[in-house]
């Protein structure tokens, strides 16, 4: 098989879910896949033996914040993130466009590129889209992002057309530069909640031609509802031959949605972040192990699980770790966490596979943990 191509093995005929498989240079990917977020090179708290045990497909790390400590030079001679990190899968790499323009305050941006500061000493860079790919390659991921420009919700019409065409002129400029022929290099869709400008951004993108098109602009503070209604035609609008990446996503709820449209990838901090204040995700909800009804609990934190932490250690136990703030209590939730969305993301391809997912959907829906996320 050809590297980067996308296999497709199957397609639900009640949705538009599907099965399929990415190639990269450190193995096939199989989709539906949620992808642990290792931001600065590392999994908050979960070591590589554990994600490897807990199933763990791919990575993703952060050009930015890799950028800008340790630097892309030192990973580079490290022999790249695969040889850094201790890990022997698919990496992908963000853009760090997300972050850049999170912090509105402190860049100037011009279609030349973006000038920003670093959180970490306040010294000033530029960024061209030659200069985030030539990062990007040093690092030496299996996937890289374009540099895009990603709006805020809510913003005027205007300001998301013009980020719209920013995007596509910069990913046209990502794609001539980028020269590394082991890392596929994906476009991102933006165009926020405005129907007209994310088929705009789709055209626009496609034309450019990548191996996949992640879609971005989501996340971040739009109403769910409103998310998913003009989610539902911008996954249906891209090429169905590539893969298809729901970019900062990690609600279980939502990542089976997403699915019944025709995504294939997920990522997210979510359930590392909830880990780190005491919360668990089941199939009955989320769990605050805060709680002191977990006091004497002496259960596993779902009885279906089959993680290591459900395997090993009580709801009492954990509860006791994040009273007391011991640092193993995140850790082991974390590991229980990245393991649930790993396995429902399993479980999906396994229904896909069998024309089954959209009872798999409704059943989820119907259960007592969907309100929750």
Same mark, same amino acid.
């Given at each position: 098989?050809t590297?980067?191509?996308f296999?497709l093995?199957?397609q639900?005929?009640?949705? *538009?879910?599907r099965? /399929?498989?990415?190639h990269?240079?450190?193995?096939?990917?199989?989709?539906? =896949?949620?992808?642990?977020v $290792?931001?600065?090179?590392?999994?908050?708290?979960?070591?590589?033996?554990?994600?490897?045990?807990?199933?763990a497909?791919?990575?993703?790390?952060?050009?930015?914040?890799?950028f800008?400590?340790?630097?892309a030079?030192?990973?580079?001679?490290?022999?790249?993130?695969?040889?850094f990190?201790n890990w022997?899968?698919?990496?992908?790499?963000d853009?760090?466009?997300f972050?850049?323009?999170s912090?509105?305050?402190?860049l100037?941006?011009?279609?030349?590129g973006?000038k920003f500061r *670093?959180?970490i000493? /306040?010294?000033w860079h530029?960024?061209?889209p030659?200069?985030?790919m030539a =990062?990007?390659?040093d690092l $030496?991921a299996?996937i890289?992002?374009?540099?895009d420009?990603?709006p805020?919700y809510?913003?005027e019409?205007?300001q998301v057309a013009?980020?719209?065409r920013?995007s596509?002129?910069?990913?046209?400029?990502?794609?001539e530069?980028?020269?590394?022929?082991d890392q596929?290099?994906?476009?991102?869709?933006?165009g926020?909640?405005?129907?007209?400008?994310?088929q705009?951004?789709?055209?626009?993108?496609v034309?450019v031609?990548?191996?996949g098109?992640g879609?971005g602009?989501?996340s971040?503070g739009?109403?769910?509802?409103?998310?998913l209604?003009?989610?539902?035609p911008?996954?249906g609008a891209l090429?169905?031959?590539?893969?298809r990446?729901?970019?900062?996503?990690?609600?279980?709820?939502t990542i089976?949605?997403?699915?019944a449209l025709?995504?294939?990838?997920f990522d997210?901090?979510?359930p590392?972040r909830t880990?780190?204040?005491?919360t668990?995700?089941s199939?009955?909800?989320?769990?605050?192990?805060k709680?002191?009804?977990?006091?004497r609990?002496?259960?596993?934190l779902?009885?279906?699980c089959?993680?290591?932490t459900?395997s090993n250690y009580s709801?009492?136990?954990?509860?006791h770790?994040?009273?007391m703030?011991e640092?193993?209590?995140?850790?082991?939730i974390?590991?229980?966490?990245?393991?649930f969305?790993l396995?429902l993301?399993?479980?999906?391809?396994?229904a896909?596979?069998?024309?089954?997912y959209g009872?798999?959907l409704?059943e989820?829906?119907?259960?007592?943990?969907?309100d929750?996320?």
């Amino acid at each position: 098989m050809t590297l980067f191509d996308f296999t497709l093995h199957a397609q639900d005929t009640a949705t *538009s879910a599907r099965r /399929g498989t990415f190639h990269t240079a450190h193995g096939p990917v199989e989709t539906p =896949v949620f992808m642990p977020v $290792g931001t600065r090179g590392t999994v908050k708290g979960v070591t590589t033996p554990q994600l490897h045990e807990i199933g763990a497909q791919v990575l993703l790390a952060n050009t930015y914040h890799l950028f800008l400590r340790p630097g892309a030079d030192i990973v580079r001679d490290a022999g790249g993130l695969h040889a850094f990190m201790n890990w022997d899968r698919a990496i992908l790499t963000d853009s760090g466009g997300f972050q850049i323009f999170s912090l509105a305050d402190t860049l100037k941006l011009t279609d030349e590129g973006v000038k920003f500061r *670093s959180i970490i000493d /306040g010294s000033w860079h530029f960024w061209t889209p030659a200069d985030n790919m030539a =990062v990007q390659q040093d690092l $030496g991921a299996d996937i890289a992002m374009v540099l895009d420009q990603c709006p805020p919700y809510p913003a005027e019409e205007a300001q998301v057309a013009e980020a719209v065409r920013r995007s596509a002129l910069w990913a046209a400029r990502c794609k001539e530069s980028h020269s590394r022929e082991d890392q596929a290099l994906f476009g991102i869709v933006q165009g926020g909640v405005y129907d007209h400008l994310r088929q705009e951004s789709i055209e626009r993108t496609v034309e450019v031609g990548f191996p996949g098109y992640g879609i971005g602009g989501y996340s971040v503070g739009e109403p769910h509802d409103l998310m998913l209604e003009s989610l539902a035609p911008v996954a249906g609008a891209l090429p169905a031959d590539k893969p298809r990446y729901l970019m900062g996503v990690g609600n279980p709820t939502t990542i089976l949605q997403a699915i019944a449209l025709g995504v294939d990838m997920f990522d997210c901090v979510l359930p590392t972040r909830t880990a780190r204040t005491g919360t668990a995700f089941s199939s009955t909800g989320r769990m605050n192990l805060k709680n002191a009804k977990f006091s004497r609990d002496f259960g596993p934190l779902d009885e279906s699980c089959t993680c290591p932490t459900c395997s090993n250690y009580s709801r009492a136990y954990l509860r006791h770790l994040v009273v007391m703030k011991e640092m193993l209590g995140p850790m082991l939730i974390s590991v229980h966490n990245l393991h649930f969305l790993l396995d429902l993301t399993a479980r999906a391809r396994v229904a896909i596979q069998n024309d089954t997912y959209g009872v798999f959907l409704q059943e989820w829906m119907d259960g007592p943990g969907a309100d929750d996320y």
